[in-house]
């Protein structure tokens, strides 16, 4: 892993900021994960502008300007040599940290035959800020590792409309049509590539049973792309494997970050 604090890089075991900053003892910060195809980083600025808002949504104001940061995240990378990155990004009031590592592609057979999920009630507090300490999603993950599937399915506990992943937005299909929400949700940077790249995509909310119900489910993550969901709770989603439309969608994806 290549580290920066400050826009110093520095060893990863060496790497620290005072116990004392409210990042450490209240989690007040916020991050951004980002990723590059073909060596290229991917949508760079809007992953920063959402960090930003992340940060203007929990009244942190941040010493470290738009462009400092942009630089230093740079800097970073050119001191990295892995063949595809993931790199996070933390911002506090006083520090900027910025981390590489070597990305590890999903398997194929995720994209091929889908994956599976599990509800988890819970509704994330901030949901348009990407908070560092989001204990909610931090068990949701660890939940749906439990019960041996992919990811969690947030779903509000009062009335059961489903939100998001714990660490993806959602996306369906109901008779060729594709829906996503965007009530109480993180706005991902991929989410909104494939509401791009769909051209047509309606916003509403959906109640969990209708998510099980849908004709085809997939969800969106900034290191994964676009997963087709083939199970919910045990339940199988549309025929069990990945749909048509979902399948489309992959396709236009691919070719607009890997050229092919």
């Known amino acids: 892993m290549v580290v920066s604090i400050d826009g110093k890089i520095v060893d990863?075991?060496?790497?620290?900021?005072?116990?004392?900053?409210?990042?450490?003892?209240?989690?007040?910060?916020?991050?951004?994960?980002?990723?590059?195809?073909?060596?290229?980083?991917?949508?760079?600025?809007?992953?920063?502008?959402?960090l930003y808002v992340s940060a203007d949504v929990i009244g942190l104001k941040s010493k470290w300007t738009f462009?400092?940061?942009?630089?230093?995240?740079?800097?970073?990378?050119g001191k990295s040599k892995f063949k595809e990155e993931?790199?996070?990004?933390?911002?506090?009031?006083?520090?900027?940290?910025?981390?590489?590592?070597?990305?590890?592609?999903?398997?194929?057979?995720?994209?091929?035959?889908?994956?599976?999920?599990?509800?988890?009630?819970?509704?994330?507090n901030a949901p348009r800020a990407k908070l560092l300490a989001d204990v909610l999603c931090f068990l949701a993950k660890h939940h749906a590792k439990?019960?041996?599937?992919?990811?969690?399915?947030?779903?509000?506990?009062?009335?059961?409309?489903?939100?998001?992943?714990?660490?993806?937005?959602?996306?369906?299909?109901?008779?060729?049509?594709?829906h996503t929400t965007n009530k109480n949700i993180l706005y991902g940077i991929t989410r909104d590539t494939v509401v791009e790249?769909?051209?047509?995509?309606?916003?509403?909310?959906?109640?969990?049973?209708?998510?099980?119900?849908?004709?085809?489910v997939f969800i969106t993550q900034t290191t994964s792309g676009i997963l087709p969901v083939v199970e919910i709770d045990g339940q199988k989603i549309g025929t069990g494997k990945p749909g048509v439309l979902t399948k489309k969608l992959i396709k236009r994806f691919n070719k607009l970050v890997w050229g092919k």
């Not at 590592?101 to 994956?115: A, I, Q, R, T, W």
């Open 12 to 50: 990863e075991k060496k790497a620290k900021i005072p116990v004392t900053a409210e990042a450490f003892l209240f989690g007040y910060a916020v991050f951004e994960t980002v990723r590059t195809y073909n060596k290229k980083i991917f949508r760079l600025d809007d992953h920063l502008a959402r």
């Open 67 to 77: 462009k400092k940061t942009y630089d230093a995240v740079a800097k970073v990378l």
């Open 86 to 124: 993931k790199i996070r990004i933390i911002l506090t009031k006083q520090h900027l940290i910025v981390m590489v590592e070597k990305l590890s592609e999903k398997p194929d057979d995720f994209y091929k035959n889908g994956v599976k999920m599990v509800s988890y009630l819970g509704r994330r």
């Open 146 to 178: 439990h019960c041996n599937v992919y990811e969690s399915l947030l779903v509000d506990p009062k009335k059961y409309y489903v939100r998001e992943g714990a660490y993806s937005n959602v996306f369906w299909v109901h008779n060729n049509q594709l």
């Open 197 to 216: 790249l769909s051209g047509d995509c309606k916003f509403e909310g959906i109640k969990l049973k209708s998510l099980i119900n849908a004709d085809e």
